[in-house]
């Protein structure tokens, strides 16, 4: 899963809409919808500019030359440009105002995704399941486990589906800047031309890897934190209870190193061959599925492009760092 994924906000179950009388203006539950939708909406807007040079990065565009540096045992390497070098020359080109291109469908996706993550909710209460106890056996516990992850991805799962159009939307607005082209402007008008050049189909590339990511991302997770938890946290110890309510965070950052590639595949699949110089060759050849686009990377060594964005090294010839 992704940073988005990771990030996601979950609209809990509220009261019954009877609760709120007549008159009395939106109940608890609307009011919790309304706050969830508005911190993703803030969440997204704050961390815009990260994902907008990650997706630069991740599409090969490096407008900037590597520089000479020293690693940690002083040797000297190249390293291209990190997160806010490459920011600073995003607003040298477009202004500050250029750091948030594509802002408006992810907005509207980031929205979809939760509110569709709240209805799945509250038609499947996860009251329904029971959680896990300390008293119950390997077995019970397990099972448990296994139920509660099936009832996460189901909501993952939808709201990836229901967001994923306007996904694409923003993933195409941002790369626009590699070759200053404005096909992609407001959603309307990209809906439009999603619609006459690729069909229903062109709203929903790069959806299974992205899928396949979350799917993976929550099962590991989960289990791995159960499994420590369980077997590796010793119930005597003072803060037995605090290291637990952690693990599944930590597990999180581990697990999402892991299903990075399926990110990065979503993403570059949702920009091939749209139109745009970005993703057509000579800077990346037209892939006809995720599958050959995944092993392309494999094999130049770059499933996990764009991971970082503090510490880049630029592979070049010793001469030209000695």
Partial sequence: MGAEGMAAVTVGPGVPPAAAGPGMGPGPAEGADALFVALSAGFTTLSHPLLYVKLLVQVGHEPLPPTVGRNLLGRKVLYLPGFFTYARHIVEVDGKRGLFRGLAPRILSSTLSTVSRGRVKKAFP??????????????????????????????????????????????????????????????????????????????????????????????????????????????????????????????????????YPFLLVG????????????????????????????????????????SSLLFRRASAPAYLID
């Fill in 126 to 259: 996860l009251e329904d399941i029971e959680h896990v106890s300390n008293k119950d056996d390997v077995k019970t516990s397990l099972l448990k486990v296994a139920k509660e992850t099936s009832h996460e991805m189901m909501m993952q799962c939808v709201s990836r589906v229901i967001s994923h159009p306007l996904h694409v939307i923003s993933m195409r607005c941002m790369v626009q800047f590699v070759g200053r082209e404005v096909k992609y402007r407001g959603v309307l008008s990209s809906i439009g031309t999603i619609w006459k050049e690729e069909g229903l189909l062109g709203f929903f590339v790069g959806l299974v890897p992205h899928i396949l990511g979350d799917v993976i991302f929550l099962w590991c997770c989960n289990l791995l934190a159960h499994l420590i938890n369980t077997y590796a946290v010793d119930d005597n110890f003072s803060q037995a209870s605090v290291i637990r309510s952690y693990t599944k965070f930590v597990m999180g950052i581990a697990v999402s190193m892991l299903t």
């Fill in 267 to 306: 993403d570059l699949m949702a920009v091939n061959n749209c139109g745009l110089l970005a993703g057509l060759p000579p800077r990346t050849p037209v892939f006809s599925s995720w599958i050959q686009c995944w092993r392309h990377l494999s094999a130049q060594g770059q499933l996990f492009r764009g």
